[in-house]
């Protein structure tokens, strides 16, 4: 596929996703269960559960690009399917995800969102 695709997947870095969420330009959703948010998730980052997913009801962005995150990168892939059959346009996904924010040893809020 190349780049101008509408389908495309892009993988994003926790370089890149470090970067948004500092400078407010990242809206980081967060697909896993609600149990797995509350155990721990990346500071910032909003709760939209797969299993209730509906990408009509996402968070508003406010300008801010939409990173889908989950526990590995797998359920972010479905995720971005359910939004393109809606008809939105996201593509972006943060490649390993809460594993690799952990594997880096980045900071992990618990509990609920507030």
């Known amino acids: 596929m190349n780049a101008n695709t ?10 890149d996703v470090k970067r948004g969420l500092a400078d407010g330009s990242l809206l980081l959703i967060d697909v896993r269960e609600r149990e797995e948010y509350a155990a721990g998730h ?3 980052s909003v709760s939209v559960p797969l299993s209730t997913f509906d990408p ?3 968070p ?7 990173v ?8 972010t892939l479905r995720a971005l399917a359910a939004t ?9 996904h ?19 969102e507030p």
């Open 84 to 92: 393109r059959a809606a008809g939105l346009s996201l593509r972006e």
């Open 6 to 15: 509408p389908n495309e997947v892009i993988d994003v870095d926790i370089d």
């Open 68 to 75: 889908f995150s989950c526990a590995s990168g797998g359920r």
């Open 94 to 112: 943060y490649k390993g995800s809460f594993k690799d924010w952990v594997a880096h040893g980045e900071p992990v809020n618990t509990g609920e």
């Open 60 to 66: 508003e962005a406010d300008g801010r690009r939409v």
């Open 56 to 58: 009509d009801a996402l």
């Open 42 to 44: 990346i500071p910032g």
